[in-house]
């Protein structure tokens, strides 16, 4: 039973690990092999929107609650290592890490109070909250003499390739920095799963109430969370600052790559270890082929797909692609799974075991 | 002073409609106690419906909402029954339900997008003999359009009233509202009434999108910002009451046009937000407390 929370994962325990370090190998060798810079571009972003999910589904998932403004923390880490890389010509690395602090800071802040409201009062008020920073960040020209100009967004100045600049010239080494960066909230995610305070959460969402009374310290828990998840996402925030050297408050922290985040986590499977990494490798590429097709003129495009994925979802597998997927697993071997149980020792094979998180 | 006024009159009457949308969304709230996240593409729906029968047929746009509102009720009470009520079953035992937030969230996403990409990003409008028309009052001038959609308003709350307090439907929708089970004890089909309920919620919003469209421009993104405003309103006058709906609605319409004149208009909703945290926060029941009036 101790594999029950990893969803698919959990599946493969016999074979884990040399399913891992195969999958690894061959991520980890895809620039040495493919050069074109339109396929890596693509799995930049689709590294960079599961690295993202998975940050959010500390919050979202594991915790359960759903924050519908994510954008804000992204917004918060671009905008606080841009502005200190033009003023101080601070490296973005260490920028980073103040984004993140800084987006802790206002989790904490935020997610104090708004942590009382349940379901979807709190969804209301993540938007309400992203949706403000975002119309007073377009709306400020400039901040305590700091230039940060408003709708019209800040251009990252380039310095030419450098390792302390966080500026390279092949999308290879992105790459490589946002695949870590994906494997490092994997794991950190994994490691909550495996803590007291993945199981604390876990009870939280399964009932607050109970939970509270048997000594759980509800809110604490959550903003453990909290301040986790905005910190993670932060960081992604500045590697898309670094990646597209162009930040402005409309894509770095509106409306639409909140929803993005969500939509990703759900048809992926929220609240399952591997759910956000399946959703964007399914939904990403999608979204920009049609974006690719389309041009820019027809900018949501894939906005549509989402949101027919996402009804999709929701009206026969509400936990996402990861439950099809470990569904569809038992489906094949779990037969043969029952016969060798039902044989050994008329133990039938559990299918509890590899039904993902709720 | 007298602009003041005049600001005043401007918000309250632009208020009432804020107050008309978030009428459908607490109806269905207080009668389902989900949040329809796409209640704002709904809206931009009846606008649309709006503007094709008036360019297309040459209709009134008043004229054209006699269809434009059994549309929306209809799209509503097809929505309800075949894609919000599968998730809303399933999720019938769960203490706090965000399946249909969800479930309605991915069809604003939807709606939205699909319009974007029939129509383009362009602002339309309908042009009436009457846009430019406005009354004197004493030494205020009244939009006339704004105005009908101000009695349009005041029509539409008392015929949900009385719809609601007399006829043996409304009765029933208000039973399922306060007690599904009890309901259904008592005979009434709570699965249809949910239809319905849904059916009408959207229907008034497609009422608001109809009255707005003669002075709002119409562009497929239209339903976010009056989404967002109605959820502040409905939050405002606390989630499921009607008289608190239209308040809140008029509130907001008020802090909108009057802040105006304070600082940049588009930084108006961030006082709305604002209010809206500091509401959630300190008395999420709602400013006047209606709560559970059916």
């Known amino acids: ?358 | 002073m007298r602009l003041l006024v005049e600001l005043a009159i401007n918000g309250i009457l632009m208020g009432s409609i804020y107050g008309l949308i978030a009428l459908g969304l607490t109806l269905i709230f207080g009668i389902m106690k989900v949040i329809n996240f796409a209640h704002g593409s709904f809206l931009m729906v009846g606008m649309f419906a709006t503007y094709w029968m008036c360019t297309l047929t040459g209709l009134d746009p008043y004229v054209s909402l006699l269809i434009v509102v059994p549309f929306c009720f209809c799209l509503g009470y097809l929505v309800q029954n075949f894609l919000i009520k599968p998730v809303f079953k399933k999720e019938i035992k769960v203490r706090e339900p965000i399946g249909v937030l969800l479930l309605t969230s991915g069809l604003w996403m939807f709606m939205d997008n699909t319009t974007l990409a029939i129509f383009g990003a362009s602002y339309r409008t309908v042009k009436t003999p009457y846009a430019q028309v406005s009354y004197q009052l004493g030494d205020i001038l009244l939009s006339a359009p704004q105005l009908y959609a101000f009695i349009g308003t005041i029509i539409a709350t008392f015929c949900m009233y009385v719809f609601l307090r007399r006829t043996s439907l409304g009765k029933a929708i208000r039973a399922t509202g306060q007690d599904r089970n009890t309901a259904e004890l008592m005979g009434v089909n709570t699965y249809r009434i949910y239809n319905i309920a849904f059916g009408v919620g959207i229907a008034l919003t497609g009422l608001a999108g109809g009255l707005l469209t003669p002075f709002f421009y119409i562009y497929p993104t239209v339903g976010f910002s009056f989404d967002i405003k109605a959820f502040i309103i409905v939050v405002l006058g606390g989630l499921g009451s009607i008289p608190g709906a239209i308040l809140g609605g008029i509130i907001i319409g008020l802090i909108e046009s009057v802040a105006a004149q304070f600082m940049t208009s588009t930084l108006t909703i961030v006082l709305a937000y604002v209010v809206f945290l500091l509401v959630l926060l300190f008395k999420p029941e709602g400013l006047f407390g209606f709560k559970g009036e059916w």
Not at chain 1, 132 to 159: D, M, S, Y
Request: hydrophobic letters at 50%; a positive charge; proline letters at 3%.
């Open chain 1, 1 to 358: 039973m101790k594999n029950a929370r990893t969803g698919v994962v959990g599946c493969l325990t016999s074979s884990k690990f040399y399913t891992t370090l195969i999958l690894l190998l061959v991520l980890f060798s895809i620039p040495l092999i493919i050069k074109n810079p339109v396929f890596l571009q693509l799995m930049i972003l689709v590294f960079w929107y599961a690295y993202l999910t998975l940050s959010w589904n500390i919050v979202g998932g594991f915790a359960g609650q759903l924050s519908l403004g994510h954008a804000a923390f992204t917004g918060i880490g671009a905008y606080t290592s841009t502005v200190l890389f033009i003023q101080f010509g601070l490296s973005p690395w260490l920028g980073m890490l103040a984004g993140g602090t800084f987006a802790a800071i206002i989790a904490i802040t935020i997610g104090y109070p708004c942590f009382r409201l349940r379901g979807a009062y709190f969804a209301l008020s993540t938007i309400a909250f992203a949706e403000a920073l975002k119309v007073l960040v377009e709306n400020t020209r400039e901040v305590f003499g700091i230039p940060i100009k408003g709708a019209q967004g800040l251009l990252v100045p380039l310095k030419g390739q450098s390792l302390i600049n966080f500026q390279f010239l092949s999308k290879a080494h992105y790459y490589y920095v946002i695949l870590i960066m994906m494997l490092v909230a994997l794991f950190i995610t994994y490691k909550i799963t495996k803590s007291k305070l993945g199981y604390y959460l876990s009870a939280i969402r399964n009932d607050v109430d109970a939970a509270r009374s048997l000594g759980i310290n509800v809110s604490r828990c959550r903003l453990k969370a909290a301040i986790l998840s905005a910190f993670l996402t932060a960081i992604g925030g500045t590697f898309y600052a670094q990646m597209l050297l162009f930040i402005d408050p409309a894509g770095i922290m509106g409306l639409y790559l909140s929803m993005e985040i969500v939509f990703i986590a759900i048809i992926g499977g929220r609240g399952t270890l591997m759910g956000p990494i399946l959703g964007a490798f399914f939904m990403v590429p999608i979204a920009e082929f049609t974006r690719f097709y389309f041009g820019g003129q027809k900018v949501g495009v894939h906005f549509i797909i989402y949101g027919i994925a996402l009804i999709a979802i929701m009206l026969f597998s509400p936990r996402g692609i990861n439950d099809l997927i470990v569904r569809g697993y038992n489906l094949l071997f779990g037969e043969k799974g029952r016969k060798e149980g039902n044989f050994l020792g008329g133990k039938s094979y559990d299918s509890s075991r590899c039904s993902g998180n709720k």
